[in-house]
């Protein structure tokens, strides 16, 4: 039987269009307890390579025949091993290019939306990692908000579209994942907005994000308009695009809201995350469209892969926005966290350029999940 | 450095093939060894760990020197439990309140990721040539891992005309006091 080789495009495909898949992920056990694939539809089973080194024979049985299989690890060396030998098992499956590493790199773009005159909005999905980036594109023109580490996906989409990156915005100082966004703009000429709060102790030259500040993409001028919304960091910032959606950042998700806790100041922001939450965002209209800057759960994707949610129904739904009580939300958001990002300090010193890591420690620092939220 | 009986360099290879290496070159020393792997992935330390524990060797520890990972792994045994034989016995907690000596005989890597501290390092197979270095006056408790190699080294030092010997027991893989690591 052949191995076939799947590209993290390809796995990102059956996740969004809901496809069923079997893997079979031969990392150790805290590394799959920890961090995985996941899908609607997909079914898992973890047996770490090296309990396989002395043949597949044991765990045939379980490996169904009526599926795809991907064969799974960290790098792919063991994922290529493990296939193989269920290939001359005479099994067919397929091993992920890359494995892990790949997966957690993987960005699919998807359009969220059109604008005015031709403008279109995008939303770059990193599944692996539950990062998610965006692009405004208004004739000619192009702003990016929140951008991941893989400044190439970024230019290289604008070539594609045959627009010039004017903005790069920051929402906050990101302390999960690696920014791009100083290196688009010293690439492209464009200008670097970050939130002065968030940049005391930033060793490069940004333009300051303020409340209120007002940028306008392409003739047809459509309006990013930035919003102070503190909590999750003490300088976050949202914007609103064309009057219509509304960009979060770490502080609301659809299904959770950001923690104060990833800059060690969580009992000094929780009243900030509620005056945000509570204040400044009902003061929104509810037709806005939310667009975080992450998703946690793979049941937070629409149909079309998308994540974005009508404010009015998360002021409904999501339990964050729900906690009547004071004391009740500042227990919420402050004891009984979720574990705090892989490297977190760290990556929060690569923001702010203190430490210029290699790619592969880059790669090292964001394995793993995101952890920006409390629910 | 960490002694060893053997080393495996696995430097510059990827994930399989430093476990796929030392699951060959394991085979080659005795049970009770300790076997050095050099590997330079990252990824190594934890699949040793969990690969070691699965086939019942003992992983001992890591060193990390620039780009390089030493690993330490002792070839677990598969032997029945011996019936410890040596009657003069002492507890781990009783030896904190004693002066004698604590005479450590696990491998010296064992000794280097974990000791009491001023317990004094000889692994049971260096014991009968290095007698010298001990005194019969004083009391001796002998320590291993789990109270096993103690008890043939106890036997060792008793048969050699020492009398204030101990077997301390279980031994130190429930020791929960201070450790030192000479890492």
Not at chain 1, 172 to 201: M, N, Q, V, W
Request: aromatic residues 8%; charged residues 25%; proline residues 4%.
């Amino acid at each position: 039987m052949t191995v076939n080789k799947w590209t993290a495009a390809t796995v990102a495909r059956k996740v969004i269009d809901n496809e069923e898949l079997f893997i079979l992920d031969v990392r150790n056990a805290d590394a799959f307890e920890d961090w995985k694939i996941d899908g609607h539809k997909f079914e898992y089973l973890n047996i770490p390579y090296f309990e396989l080194l002395d043949g597949v024979e044991e765990i045939l049985p379980k490996i169904p025949t009526d599926k795809e299989v991907l064969v799974v690890c960290a790098k792919e060396g063991s994922s290529v091993m493990v296939a193989e030998m269920l290939s001359e098992a005479g099994r067919e499956v397929a091993y992920l290019e890359g494995g892990m590493k790949s997966w957690s790199s993987y960005l699919e773009p998807i359009k969220v939306a059109d604008l005015p005159n031709g403008g279109e909005l995008y939303q770059f999905v990193r599944l692996g990692k539950g990062c998610l980036s965006y692009m405004v594109i208004s004739e000619g023109e192009a702003a990016i908000i929140d951008a991941v580490r893989f400044t190439d996906i970024f230019t290289n989409f604008a070539k594609d579209k045959g627009v010039e990156i004017k903005h790069v915005f920051d929402t906050h100082l990101h302390a999960d994942h690696i920014s791009g966004g100083r290196h688009i703009a010293a690439e492209t000429g464009a200008t670097y907005y970050l939130p002065p709060k968030d940049a005391t102790e930033v060793v490069f030259d940004y333009t300051p994000l303020n409340d209120g500040l007002n940028v306008k993409i392409g003739s047809s001028q459509i309006d990013v308009n930035a919003l102070y919304s503190p909590g999750h960091t003490i300088g976050s910032t949202s914007f609103v695009i064309d009057n219509q959606y509304l960009l979060t950042g770490d502080i609301l998700f659809i299904d959770s809201i950001g923690r104060p806790d990833l800059a060690g100041l969580a009992e000094d922001w929780v009243g900030d995350l509620r005056e945000t939450l509570y204040t400044r965002y009902r003061e929104l209209a509810e037709d806005l469209v939310v667009l975080p800057a992450h998703f946690m759960i793979i049941d937070e994707l629409n149909e079309d892969g998308t994540v974005a949610k009508r404010l009015g129904d998360l002021f409904k739904e999501n339990h964050g926005l729900n906690i009547e009580d004071e004391d009740e939300f500042r227990s919420t958001v402050t004891d009984n966290l979720p574990p705090q990002p892989n490297a977190y300090e760290q990556i929060r010193q690569v923001n702010m350029g203190k430490i210029t890591p290699d790619n592969d420690e880059q790669t090292e620092m964001e394995i793993g999940p995101n952890r920006c939220a409390v629910r | 450095m960490i002694q060893a009986n053997m080393q495996l360099d696995a430097k510059g290879l990827a994930c399989p093939m430093p476990i796929v290496k030392t699951k060959k070159a394991i085979t080659d020393i005795e049970e009770g060894q300790v076997l050095e792997i050099q590997a330079t992935d990252k990824g190594s330390k934890a699949d040793l760990a969990a690969w070691a524990s699965t086939v019942g060797h003992q992983y001992l520890g890591t060193v990390e020197e620039g780009d390089v990972l030493y690993h330490y792994i002792r070839k677990g045994s598969n032997e029945p439990e011996v019936e410890k034989t040596f009657e003069q016995t002492v507890s781990l907690e009783e030896i904190e309140s004693r002066n004698g000596l604590v005479l450590d005989v696990r491998e010296a890597a064992e000794y280097a990721f974990g000791h009491i501290e001023g317990a004094k390092s000889i692994p049971m197979g260096e014991l009968e040539s290095r007698l010298g270095e001990l005194d019969k006056e004083e009391e001796i408790y002998v320590i291993c891992r789990t109270g096993k190699r103690s008890d043939l080294a106890a036997q060792l030092l008793a048969k050699n005309g020492f009398t204030k010997v101990y077997n301390v027991l279980p031994g130190m893989n429930e020791w929960n006091g201070n450790i030192k690591k000479d890492i």
